[in-house]
């Protein structure tokens, strides 16, 4: 391919840190990480630091995911972070350390996992400020505001079109099962929150939502992107053929021992059967990345 190989959703530590409980594994290393896109042919990653206390077993600060990307100049890609409750008030300016994150080279904000609704203030601010410095964000979308992690939204994604509407030049890369079952019409709330299964009927909101505002983007990353476009082949690759400029391909490994990367293999195949385009390709396996972050 023309178009250099990125994944955009990585998570990784400068070394092996506090093991989770009953699993004695946690997020894998930046060098775990660059064996394994070694492997799988990835040129770079967008590392992803995890800095709200719902998601991981510990929280990650910037710097040590800066850290560990340093540790191999060249492979990955830095986004900052911030939780929207930082500094307690409902007017705290994040523009400041945005600014200070993205002269140290961040090129986004991820991902979103505080358990806040989108209308929240605090949630509304921190958008505010991407849009003000310039910062792509990646959100994980949940469906509930207990025991789950990421902004919370009604069903059909009702509080992502507001925030679409309300800041058209913030770009909003979506991630999840809740982002990820809109693609058919009217998902139950079981299937907003697990993997839905089945052809894929026409009317989803997701597809809507990506016609009408061009400041969307599809993060296919983990089994909910996997799932959205696997469950129906036939409508999965005329779904990445049609919004072939607006998805990225992710894998969102997390753990030393995820590395079957099947979004690699069924779009490998998907093109190698000429069930999507060249161009489509690699616009999806780096190409958009590379426009949107403004990479080099």
């Given at each position: 391919?023309?178009?250099?190989?990125?994944?955009?959703?990585?998570?990784?530590?400068?070394r092996r840190?506090?093991?989770r409980?009953?699993r004695?594994d946690t997020?894998i290393?930046?060098?775990?990480?660059?064996?394994?896109?070694?492997?799988?042919?990835?040129?770079?990653?967008?590392?992803?630091?995890?800095?709200?206390?719902?998601?991981?077993?510990v929280?990650?600060?910037?710097e040590?995911a800066?850290?560990?990307?340093d540790?191999?100049?060249?492979?990955?890609?830095?986004?900052?972070?911030?939780?929207?409750?930082q500094?307690?008030?409902?007017?705290?300016?994040?523009?400041?350390?945005?600014e200070?994150?993205?002269?140290?080279?961040?090129?986004?904000?991820g991902?979103?996992?505080?358990?806040?609704?989108?209308?929240?203030?605090?949630?509304?601010?921190?958008?505010?400020a991407?849009e003000?410095?310039?910062?792509?964000?990646?959100?994980?979308?949940?469906?509930?505001?207990?025991?789950?992690y990421?902004?919370?939204?009604?069903?059909g994604?009702?509080?992502?079109e507001?925030?679409?509407?309300t800041?058209?030049r913030?770009?909003?890369?979506?991630?999840?099962?809740?982002?990820?079952?809109?693609?058919?019409?009217?998902?139950?709330?079981?299937e907003?929150?697990?993997?839905p299964?089945?052809?894929?009927?026409?009317?989803?909101?997701?597809?809507?939502?990506?016609r009408r505002y061009?400041?969307?983007?599809?993060d296919?990353?983990?089994?909910?992107?996997?799932?959205?476009?696997?469950?129906?082949?036939d409508?999965?690759y005329a779904?990445?053929?049609?919004?072939?400029?607006?998805?990225?391909?992710?894998?969102?490994?997390?753990?030393?021992?995820?590395?079957?990367?099947?979004?690699?293999?069924?779009?490998r195949?998907?093109?190698?059967?000429?069930?999507?385009?060249?161009?489509?390709?690699d616009?999806?396996?780096?190409?958009?990345?590379?426009r949107?972050?403004?990479?080099?």
């Amino acid at each position: 391919m023309s178009a250099p190989l990125i994944d955009v959703h990585e998570h990784i530590l400068p070394r092996r840190g506090f093991l989770r409980p009953g699993r004695g594994d946690t997020f894998i290393t930046a060098a775990e990480m660059v064996a394994l896109m070694d492997r799988a042919g990835i040129g770079r990653a967008v590392v992803l630091p995890i800095v709200s206390p719902e998601s991981p077993h510990v929280v990650q600060t910037v710097e040590e995911a800066f850290e560990a990307c340093d540790q191999f100049p060249g492979r990955f890609i830095k986004f900052c972070n911030v939780d929207p409750r930082q500094g307690g008030s409902l007017r705290k300016d994040f523009v400041p350390i945005l600014e200070y994150y993205k002269s140290l080279g961040a090129k986004g904000l991820g991902e979103i996992t505080a358990n806040l609704w989108w209308h929240d203030p605090r949630v509304r601010n921190l958008f505010r400020a991407c849009e003000a410095v310039d910062l792509p964000v990646i959100f994980h979308m949940a469906t509930r505001d207990y025991n789950t992690y990421g902004l919370i939204s009604e069903p059909g994604l009702v509080n992502l079109e507001e925030a679409l509407q309300t800041w058209p030049r913030l770009q909003f890369l979506g991630h999840s099962q809740g982002f990820w079952a809109e693609v058919g019409p009217k998902p139950t709330l079981t299937e907003r929150e697990s993997y839905p299964s089945g052809p894929v009927k026409p009317g989803g909101r997701l597809p809507e939502l990506l016609r009408r505002y061009p400041n969307l983007w599809g993060d296919l990353s983990a089994g909910s992107g996997l799932n959205a476009v696997r469950r129906d082949p036939d409508w999965g690759y005329a779904f990445l053929e049609e919004f072939q400029d607006r998805l990225l391909m992710g894998l969102d490994v997390c753990w030393p021992w995820n590395d079957k990367c099947e979004l690699l293999t069924f779009l490998r195949e998907g093109r190698a059967k000429g069930r999507i385009s060249a161009e489509a390709f690699d616009k999806i396996m780096g190409g958009n990345a590379v426009r949107l972050l403004g990479l080099e």
